[in-house]
Every structure is written in structure tokens, then in C-alpha cells.
């Protein structure tokens, strides 16, 4: 589209002979240093020979241990050139193991204390973010939320609305506990989740992404990825629930069919409803939607929209909408902007009060229109 074939062309060749260079010239270094070690060891043979053949004529040495010495003499020679092939590959070895061993004992910054605190059983689903200040390492100096509080209920779905870089997608991430907040905290059920374990939180817990990844396996297995204890007939129920059993019905060899490196058989649509299934076989009782039905055509998105009714029932659900049409069956909309809660509430009562919902919805409806 951008008709720059003949530039990558010239870029892609230019870092072919690059590698090439590079080659020849370790190649070179290489017959150098054994065509040096060959000169060497035939040099000191034929120096070994020489003074041996006078030791004979002298009577010092007979020709049985001449030869002898020659030949041990030869045999070390050998070992030695192969010695100076072998110390290259193991320096380049030393280098990859250290870095290989830095990175094994790289520990991450966010781990499970010591004595973590059990979540209750069985889980109400209650998220509160308290008086929560965070800023990412890569840009401290700049607030993604500042004093953000939000309480969500048991049950309950919220639909977090707001222009880009609000900070709706640093929710989720604090929810997940990929980071921690500098104030403040995060409370899943009442227990701050850094005093929990990580992945006992993230078994609590279902996402379905904007941008799904799809695994290099079988539709079946990509779905089974949400539970891998589950069986067969559950990872069919939770694809029909999800409306993916029509497509994968159809494909080549039905849920066995591989799907290709990041689904690349797979429309938008088809990645985001396999999503949905992995969340439906999960069944968390909380969930992250980050605008489930973006990749969707109006057809699949109203027949998605009724399958992800069923699923957010008796869930906490917390959705980041940028489709206005998503947030409609919210039972309250958050209005974000730079970090902070500007308003809340229906999405009538958010209409009626003209603010920042109003102009965004606005704003939308009429692209929509056009």
C-alpha cells in the first residue's frame, strides 16, 4: 500500500551483505589462527626431528625413542590446535551463559509476600481502588491516575468511559496487579491484593483484550487456554456460548483445526470471540472487558453483545467502552479524564448534565452518522 517495495528491497540487502561481511570476516579470523596453529605444530615437529636426528648420530637418543618422542610430540601438537578452535566457542559461550544467568535470576518486581493472605472463599467479586496516585517507571514524572477512588459492587457492571490516555487501561492493569500504585491501594473482597498472592488473584480474574492473541495450536486448545483442566464438551459449550461454534464448525477439521502463528486464519471477529470463550470456560467471577465487541461487524456485535449479557450476570464486570453503543446495559458509567473520576452515573442521567460524556457521545454519534 505504501509502494515501498524497492526500499525494503534495498534495506532487506544491505543487511544480508552485512551478515555476510561479518561472516567472511569471522571465517577469515578463523583459517588464520588454524592455519598459524598448523604452521606452529608442523614447525616444531620438524625442529623436534632435527635436534633428535643429532641426538642419534651422538649416541644420545636411539631412533626407537626418537620416534617415540615425535610421536607423542605430534599427538599433543594435534590436541593443542584443536584446544585453540575449542577456547573461542567456549568464550562465546561464557558470554551467552552470563547473560542467560542474568536473566535466570532476574526476579520481578511484583511477587507474593511472604505469608499471603488467602482471598475468601467463595468470592463476592468486590473491587475497590482507594485514593490510588500511580505513575508508570517509564514517565514518572507524569500521572496516569491521581487520587483515582472507585468502588465497584458484587455483581455489578461498570463502563469506564473517557478520552485516550485517561487512564481506563491503568485500572486493569492495577487490578491485575502488573504494578503497583505509588498511594493508595487496590482491595479485591476487602484484602489489599499486595498482601495476596498474584496468581491467586489472576485465577480470580477474566480478560478479554482489544487485541486477543491467538496460539500457534488448535481452536480447541486456544480456548481450553482459559482452563486447561477442562474437558472437550466444556470447551464446546463455552464456544457456543460465545457465538465461535458457527465459524470453527465450518473450518477444515472443525475444533482441531490449527489455527497458524497469532491466528492468522482468523478474522478480527473470529479472534474476538475465541477471546469471550476463554473467558466463559474460565468462569471468573470477576472480568475485564476491554472493548470485547470492537473487531466485530453490527450483525456479530448484537449477536456477542446478547452472549456477553449471559456471562457479566451475577459477575462483577468492568468494561472499557469506546463504542458508546457497549455501555448502554452498564448499571453505571464512569467518566475518566486525566486520571480522575469527572462524573458518573446512567447513561441518561450522563446525557442529561451535559458534561464531558455528553460531548464525547456526541461526538461519536455523529461519526457514526457520517
Known amino acids: 500500500a505504501f509502494t515501498q517495495e524497492d526500499g525494503e528491497n534495498r534495506r532487506f540487502g544491505a543487511s544480508v551483505e552485512a551478515a555476510f561481511d561479518a561472516a567472511m570476516g569471522h571465517a577469515l579470523a578463523r583459517s588464520v589462527l588454524t592455519a598459524m596453529s598448523i604452521l606452529l605444530t608442523f614447525v616444531g615437529i620438524v625442529m623436534i626431528i632435527w635436534l633428535g636426528a643429532r641426538a642419534v648420530i651422538s649416541g644420545a637418543m636411539s631412533p626407537g625413542e626418537l620416534g617415540q618422542f615425535v610421536l607423542y610430540a605430534a599427538t599433543m601438537a594435534s590436541t593443542t590446535a584443536v ?16 547473560r542467560l544467568v542474568e536473566l535466570l535470576q532476574a526476579q520481578p518486581e511484583i511477587r507474593a509476600p511472604e505469608n499471603p493472605v488467602q482471598l475468601p472463599r467463595p468470592s463476592r467479586g468486590v473491587v475497590a481502588l482507594n485514593h490510588v496516585t500511580f505513575s508508570y517507571p517509564s514517565r514518572p514524572e507524569m500521572r496516569a491516575l491521581n487520587d483515582f477512588t472507585l468502588r465497584i459492587g458484587s455483581g455489578e457492571t461498570v463502563a469506564l468511559v473517557g478520552p485516550s490516555g485517561a487512564g481506563k487501561s491503568t485500572v486493569f492493569q492495577l487490578l491485575l496487579r502488573f504494578y503497583d500504585p505509588q498511594r493508595g491501594f487496590v482491595a479485591v473482597d476487602g484484602v489489599d491484593i499486595r498482601e495476596t498472592d498474584p496468581i491467586e488473584l489472576r485465577k480470580r480474574v477474566g480478560v478479554v483484550p482489544q487485541d486477543t492473541f491467538i496460539f500457534a495450536a488448535s481452536a480447541l486448545e486456544n480456548i481450553r487456554y482459559g482452563r486447561p483442566e477442562a474437558t472437550d464438551d466444556e470447551v464446546r459449550a463455552a464456544a457456543i456460548a460465545a457465538l465461535a461454534d458457527e465459524f470453527l464448525e465450518k473450518l477444515p477439521d472443525g475444533y482441531e483445526t490449527y489455527l497458524g502463528e497469532r491466528g492468522v486464519r482468523l478474522s478480527g471477529g473470529q479472534k474476538q470471540r475465541i477471546a469471550i470463550a476463554r473467558a466463559i470456560l474460565k468462569d471468573p467471577p ?61 447513561h441518561e442521567e450522563l446525557q442529561q448534565r451535559d458534561g464531558l460524556y455528553a460531548t464525547l457521545a456526541a461526538l461519536q454519534f455523529t461519526d457514526d452518522a457520517a
Open 286 to 346: 470477576i472480568l475485564l472487558l476491554d472493548e470485547a465487541t470492537s473487531s466485530l461487524d453490527a450483525a456479530s456485535e448484537r449477536s456477542v453483545q446478547e452472549a456477553l449479557g449471559r456471562l457479566v450476570r451475577d459477575r462483577t464486570t468492568l468494561v472499557i467502552a469506546h463504542r458508546f453503543s457497549t455501555v448502554l446495559r452498564a448499571d453505571r458509567i464512569v467518566v475518566m479524564e486525566d486520571g480522575q473520576i469527572v462524573d458518573q452515573g446512567t
Open 83 to 98: 584446544l585453540s578452535g575449542v577456547w573461542g566457542d567456549l568464550q562465546r559461550a561464557a558470554g551467552a551463559t552470563e
